[in-house]
């Protein structure tokens, strides 16, 4: 079955078309110009954006999948976790796609399509497998038997997400927002040894993380040295703070794959776009036994392919399609794959 699925959860506007583990065209639309002057996402600004962009985006993607409207099997749609605002737009345009088509509508989970989206570009993912999301709102570590129906949590951060530091200690180097991509490009000319930044919860016996300490600790770092006025070595603490995170993130991946038996990991989120995050789970990965897949850093970010790509996992599960009047929840929980 071909499957359109529609992103709006947060800045990106995208729209995947799917046909079950082969994606045959996608397009996106971001507001993200819009909302760099504040810093962050505009919840407002982004609502009004995807109203604007809904229509020729899914143009777009039709066009270069090369299919119909009428081609269309399914329509899969993020039902959660994101801005309320913006999930409604996509949610709304979903359903008077269903409605016009008369094909069946799946409200799914933002969180498990970053997970799903590894299959298109790396086939059917082992069961079990363990997912490590790192995204802008999230950083957990999941156990994922069945990403169509069942994803349970073993891990998640206690304070801010992993591009959610990577976002704010751009911003105390003066960087550009989103933060993330910045970071990586500063990094490459710094030394990630240049300071000792902590890493929180390292030893801590749990599948948790917690970066608020190391983000207050890079801004104490960097504020000290102007009121010294002394110059702030954006790459070195760009590198040293990645660093910290990457160490972290993967060291902790690998912990859960071996105390639960599981030899595949996938990472997936925003974050797993990181070029340092992907260069050392190759090498502890490869170390320690650990099949490691990571889809290309397009499908990292947001993109409507990921929500296709559960849409397509969820009709071959025989999932009961959602009710028409499936509502937008912006805290939808992880382990609800579907509403
Ligand atoms: P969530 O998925 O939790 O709802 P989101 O959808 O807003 O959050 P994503 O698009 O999945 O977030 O990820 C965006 C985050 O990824 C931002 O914090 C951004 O800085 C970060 N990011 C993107 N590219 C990179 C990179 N190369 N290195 C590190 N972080 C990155
Ligand atoms: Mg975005
Ligand atoms: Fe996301």
Same mark, same amino acid.
């Given at each position: 079955?071909?499957?359109?699925?529609?992103?709006?959860?947060?800045?990106?506007?995208?729209?995947?078309?799917?046909?079950?583990?082969?994606?045959?065209?996608?397009?996106?639309?971001?507001?993200?110009?819009?909302?760099?002057?504040?810093?962050?996402?505009?919840?407002?600004?982004?609502?009004?954006?995807?109203?604007?962009?809904?229509?020729?985006?899914?143009?777009?993607?039709?066009?270069?999948?090369?299919?119909?409207?009428?081609?269309?099997?399914?329509?899969? *749609?993020?039902?959660?976790?994101?801005?309320?605002?913006?999930?409604?737009?996509?949610?709304?345009?979903?359903?008077?796609?269903?409605?016009?088509?008369?094909?069946?509508?799946?409200?799914?989970?933002?969180?498990?399509?970053?997970?799903?989206?590894?299959?298109?570009?790396?086939?059917?993912?082992?069961?079990?497998?363990?997912?490590? #999301?790192? $995204?802008?709102?999230?950083? $957990?570590?999941?156990?994922?038997?069945? =990403?169509?129906?069942?994803?349970?949590?073993?891990?998640?951060?206690?304070?801010?997400?992993?591009?959610?530091?990577?976002?704010?200690?751009? +911003?105390?180097?003066? #960087?550009?927002?989103?933060?993330?991509?910045?970071?990586?490009?500063?990094?490459?000319?710094?030394?990630?040894?240049?300071?000792?930044?902590?890493?929180?919860?390292?030893?801590?016996?749990?599948?948790?993380?917690?970066? $608020?300490?190391?983000?207050?600790?890079?801004?104490?770092?960097?504020?000290?040295?102007?009121?010294?006025?002394?110059?702030?070595?954006?790459?070195?603490?760009?590198?040293?703070?990645?660093?910290?995170?990457?160490?972290?993130?993967? +060291?902790?991946?690998?912990?859960?794959?071996?105390?639960?038996?599981?030899?595949?990991?996938?990472?997936?989120?925003?974050?797993?776009?990181?070029?340092?995050?992907?260069?050392?789970?190759?090498?502890?990965?490869?170390?320690?036994?650990?099949?490691?897949? =990571?889809? +290309?850093?397009?499908?990292?970010?947001?993109?409507?392919?990921? *929500?296709?790509?559960?849409?397509?996992?969820?009709?071959?599960?025989?999932?009961?399609?959602?009710?028409?009047?499936?509502?937008?929840?912006?805290?939808?929980?992880?382990?609800?794959?579907? *509403?």
């Amino acid at each position: 079955p071909l499957v359109l699925g529609i992103e709006t959860s947060c800045d990106e506007t995208g729209v995947g078309i799917v046909r079950g583990h082969t994606l045959l065209g996608d397009a996106i639309a971001s507001s993200v110009d819009e909302h760099a002057r504040f810093g962050g996402v505009v919840p407002e600004v982004a609502s009004r954006a995807h109203l604007e962009a809904m229509t020729p985006t899914v143009s777009r993607a039709l066009a270069k999948a090369g299919v119909a409207f009428e081609d269309v099997d399914a329509i899969a *749609v993020t039902a959660g976790p994101g801005l309320a605002g913006a999930l409604l737009v996509g949610v709304a345009a979903a359903k008077a796609y269903a409605l016009a088509l008369g094909k069946p509508l799946y409200g799914v989970n933002h969180l498990a399509a970053h997970v799903a989206v590894d299959q298109l570009e790396h086939g059917p993912l082992p069961k079990p497998s363990v997912a490590l #999301l790192v $995204s802008g709102g999230h950083s $957990s570590l999941l156990l994922v038997p069945d =990403v169509a129906t069942d994803v349970r949590t073993l891990g998640s951060t206690v304070d801010d997400a992993a591009g959610e530091a990577f976002d704010k200690v751009a +911003r105390v180097l003066g #960087l550009g927002f989103p933060g993330g991509p910045h970071i990586d490009r500063a990094a490459r000319s710094g030394a990630p040894d240049a300071m000792a930044f902590p890493r929180g919860k390292y030893d801590d016996g749990t599948y948790d993380f917690s970066f $608020s300490g190391l983000k207050t600790a890079v801004a104490r770092w960097v504020e000290a040295r102007e009121r010294a006025g002394e110059p702030v070595p954006v790459a070195d603490v760009a590198a040293s703070f990645q660093e910290a995170v990457v160490d972290v993130l993967t +060291r902790k991946a690998l912990t859960v794959c071996r105390e639960n038996g599981v030899a595949d990991l996938l990472i997936g989120g925003g974050v797993a776009a990181n070029s340092r995050l992907r260069a050392m789970a190759q090498e502890r990965c490869a170390a320690a036994g650990v099949r490691l897949r =990571v889809p +290309r850093p397009a499908l990292c970010t947001d993109n409507g392919a990921m *929500v296709a790509a559960l849409g397509a996992e969820l009709v071959a599960a025989g999932a009961f399609p959602s009710a028409l009047d499936v509502p937008a929840d912006s805290s939808l929980p992880i382990t609800t794959v579907t *509403v």
